[in-house]
Every structure is written in C-alpha cells, then in structure tokens.
Nanobody, 124 residues
Framework: QVQLVESGGGLVQAGGSLKLSCAAS????????MGWFRQAPGKEREFVAG????????VYSDSVRGRFTVSRDNAKNTVYLQMNSLKVEDTAVYYC?????????????????WGQGTQVTVSS
C-alpha cells in the first residue's frame, strides 16, 4: 500500500520560512518523479515544484521560482520543499504526489499517488 505523508506545515509570518517533508512508503521511490502541489480556498490545485532522480529534472512554477527549493533523499524515501520569503498568497494546503513518469510533469493527472496535504498559512 502506497502512502505519502506530508509534514511541516503551519502558521508563519510573511517573509518567513517553512520546510515541508513528504515521507513515501510502499513504492520504489527512486523510480518516481515527485511533485508538490498546492490548493488555496476557492482555487484549483496548482503545481509548485517537482524533482526526479537527476537535478536536471527539477522544475518550479513561476510563482515560486527563486523562493522555494525542492529536494529529495532517496535513502530516506523523502522529498522536501524548502519555502523561503513566504507571501500571504502562498497560503494553501500543500500536497506531495508521485508520478511514474521519469520526466518533469506538472499536470495533476500524471500523478498516481497523493498525500493527504498539510496546511500552510502565511499571515501579513
């Protein structure tokens, strides 16, 4: 049974930082492209960042590039999202997801497994 468990969300002031973690189990972690998505109230789920087995497969959305850093530790079956210079508009539920595609993918339908999400709230 595949499980993706996010942690690290919380309340932070604008300009602050948070680091999210996503621990995966039940899958061959190195073989999956891992993505982070977020969904704010009343908005569609949007791609934030993703990373594969190679650094060259790391991609970011325009809204977070330069502020967020995605990384993975294949030995720990964990993917991370370091979020710096947080803005109020970053407030959302953040989800990690796993895709069997081996190339960067930003569309949610390309992801097979999803975590339950963790809330990130940025106050002004």
């Amino acid at each position: 049974q595949v499980q993706l468990v996010e942690s690290g969300g919380g309340l932070v002031q604008a300009g602050g930082s948070l680091k999210l973690s996503c621990a995966a189990s039940g899958l061959t972690f190195p073989s999956h492209y891992m993505g982070w998505f977020r969904q704010a109230p009343g908005k569609e789920r949007e791609f934030v960042a993703g990373t594969g087995w190679s650094a060259s497969t790391t991609v970011y959305s325009d809204s977070v590039r330069g502020r967020f850093t995605v990384s993975r530790d294949n030995a720990k079956n964990t993917v991370y999202l370091q979020m710096n210079s947080l803005k109020v508009e970053d407030t959302a539920v953040y989800y990690c997801a796993a895709s069997l595609r081996l190339v960067p993918v930003s569309d949610a339908p390309n992801y097979t497994y999803w975590g339950q999400g963790t809330q990130v709230t940025v106050s002004s």
